[in-house]
Structures are given as C-alpha cells and as structure tokens.
Nanobody
C-alpha cells in the first residue's frame, strides 16, 4: 500500500511558476516510475509527465514540453513538478502517482491510484 500526498498548488497569473511536491510513503520498493497527472473541470484526466524511479529518465506530454520539469528523489520517496510559463489551459487539479508497470510508465493507463491532488489555477 502506497500513500501519496501532493502540495504546492495555488493561483498564479499567466506566465507565472509553481513548484508541486509529492511525498510517497508505504511500500515504494517496487516502484518503476512516478507520474504527474492532471484533470481540468469537465475534462478527462491526462498524464503530464513521468519519470523512472531509479534512473530518472523523464517523459513529457507535448503540451508541457519546455515548460514543466519533473524530478524525483527515490531515496526520500519524493517528487516534484516545476511548472513554468503557466497558461490558463494549465488550470487543473494535479495528482502524483506511482506505477510498477515498466511498459506503461509513459501512459496514463499505467497509473491507477493517486493522492488527493493539489489545485493549480492560472488566471489574469
């Protein structure tokens, strides 16, 4: 059983930045990757970025490439998502999740449970 807790959300103007944090506890030894997901009101959940737990290989959705940066500290069981140059369309609840699936770590289907989320609002 793994527990996940996200933090760091808030309200910013377009072009602003936020740093989201994720703390994982419990049985993380089998983790293959961490992912950050988001869900905007009325929209489907989508995978924003993911990173392999041991090697730190990162993967990004096209709509955040060059703006968001994912990182992790597998020893501490933590992860971060740096959000730069935020746009109104980035407004969503953001969630972190872990996967043990080495085939689907870059796919939303690989992530089946997540934390409570943290809200990001981008508005002028």
């Amino acid at each position: 059983q793994v527990q996940l807790e996200e933090s760091g959300g808030g309200s910013v103007q377009p072009g602003g930045s936020l740093r989201l944090a994720c703390a994982a506890s419990g049985h993380t030894a089998d983790t293959y990757a961490m992912g950050w997901l988001r869900q905007a009101p009325g929209k489907e959940r989508e995978l924003v970025a993911s990173i392999t737990w041991r090697s730190g290989m990162a993967n990004y959705a096209d709509f955040v490439k060059g703006r968001f940066t994912i990182s992790r500290d597998s020893f501490k069981g933590t992860g971060t998502l740096q959000l730069n140059n935020l746009k109104p369309e980035d407004t969503a609840d953001y969630y972190c999740a872990l996967t043990t699936n080495n085939f689907l770590w870059r796919d939303l289907r690989g992530y089946t449970s997540w934390g409570q989320g943290t809200q990001v609002t981008v508005s002028s």
